[in-house]
């Protein structure tokens, strides 16, 4: 019948309605500049969602299967392919997973590659270098750590430019953060060290959204809650002769070399975070492998700062030009209470997680690898409105 047919969507009982919006609030999302643990892919959740229930069809789910069983023998070997893949890693670096985030590596790259009475140099560019630097010193008290850059005077605002950090000659390594999270400055090309003086990198927030110059590198670390998965798990990507051969006897857990031979399987690795990492490596090799991530995070920045620079001085950027993050755009209002309804409105309008880190302040955009450029585009067209309403 006509009217009937025409109104039944109109006449869906009133428990079936709410049964449903609860239904749709339950799978909605909203975009998350959260700077970690961060937004991931629908699809790579979906697929997580099935294999907690049944992985690779044997029944079991991820969760539940022995780390020592050829299903785990999968999923670890696959990921590790595919991160070498992905980040176009060389066969003579070698790649392990291991548990604990980016500050246990703070510790153990000190007790794996400085020596007793070795020097070695870490420029500090933002907290989380300051922190590498804390935890060196207390891993190694034999050691020097060197801080042959303070960019706490400059209120953490710029890297090294050419000439402004002198680098120890002999030094063990430099470390560098690539990419520093909280104020969005980064390295544009890697720092210059003493020559002979490898360079270790905390890339913590931008490890595979550009390409890295390997050869440069001893060490490259990230943890996996921004770009490549779950908290609680690092990549560790080494050197062979590096990792091979660590400075001084250590106990298992703490020692690169022993994960490296027991395969990062000394004891139960985390297996969950290390099949989330294997899928996200997957799922940015499908999308077109790191260079497009390079080019989509530049575009997702670049809409952010063209916001900036055209605001006339209602956005203030926290980093100097020529330094700026592709991955973590932070600036600020004209005051803290400004800063303050931004975010608020934001996240009225499902813009969610864009208060800053509380050491630096303001508004921080965090777009990873896995972040849409609509969501960028929403957060642009946003401030636009924020700033005509409050300008
Ligand atoms: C997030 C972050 C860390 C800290 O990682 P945890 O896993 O929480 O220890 C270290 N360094 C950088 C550059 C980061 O962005």
């Not at 720092?191 to 270790?200: I, N, Q, S």
Request: contains cysteine; aromatic residues 10%.
């Amino acid at each position: 019948m006509f009217w009937g047919s025409a109104f039944k969507p109109f006449i869906v009982p009133r428990f079936q309605r709410d049964q449903l919006m609860k239904t749709q609030l339950k799978t909605k999302r909203i975009w998350n500049f959260s700077a970690g643990p961060a937004t991931m892919p629908p699809k790579v959740l979906a697929q997580l969602g099935d294999d907690l229930i049944n992985v690779d069809s044997t029944g079991i789910g991820i969760l539940e299967h022995s780390h020592r069983m050829p299903t785990f023998d999968r999923v670890l070997g696959d990921a590790i392919d595919s991160c070498r893949q992905l980040g176009e890693i060389p066969n003579d670096y070698e790649i392990i997973f291991v548990p604990g985030g980016a500050t246990v590596q703070f510790s153990l790259i000190a007790l794996n590659l400085i020596p007793d009475g070795a020097t070695a140099d870490y420029p500090d560019t933002e907290i989380w270098s300051a922190k590498a630097i804390i935890e060196a010193r207390d891993a190694v008290p034999t050691a020097t750590i060197a801080v042959p850059f303070e960019g706490k005077k400059f209120h953490y605002d710029h890297v090294p430019v050419a000439g402004e950090m002198i680098p120890t000659p002999g030094a063990a390594y430099m470390h560098y953060c690539s990419n520093n999270t909280v104020h969005g400055t980064r390295f544009h090309l890697p720092p210059t060290a003493a020559p002979g003086t490898p360079l270790v990198c905390d890339a913590s927030s931008e490890i595979f959204g550009r390409p890295m110059d390997w050869k440069k590198h001893a060490l490259v670390y990230a943890a996996g809650q921004k770009n490549f998965g779950v908290a609680g798990m690092c990549v560790i990507i080494a050197h062979k002769d590096v990792i091979r051969k660590p400075v001084r006897k250590l106990p298992s857990m703490f020692s690169y070399a022993a994960h490296l031979d027991a395969g990062s399987r000394i004891n139960t690795p985390p297996t969950f975070a290390i099949h989330a990492a294997g899928l996200m490596f997957r799922w940015m090799i499908e999308q077109g492998g790191i260079r497009e991530m390079e080019k989509r995070n530049n575009a997702k920045a670049a809409l952010i700062y063209k916001e900036i620079d055209g605001s006339g001085g209602f956005y203030r950027g926290l980093s100097r030009l020529e330094c700026r993050s592709a991955i973590n755009v932070s600036f600020r209002l004209k005051n803290e209470d400004l800063d303050q309804k931004f975010a608020q409105e934001a996240t009225d309008a499902e813009l969610d997680g864009l208060i800053g880190h509380r050491d630096a302040g303001g508004i921080r955009a965090s777009m990873y690898n896995a972040m849409p450029i609509e969501a960028s585009k929403a957060l642009a067209q946003f401030m636009r409105d924020f700033m005509r309403r409050n300008g």
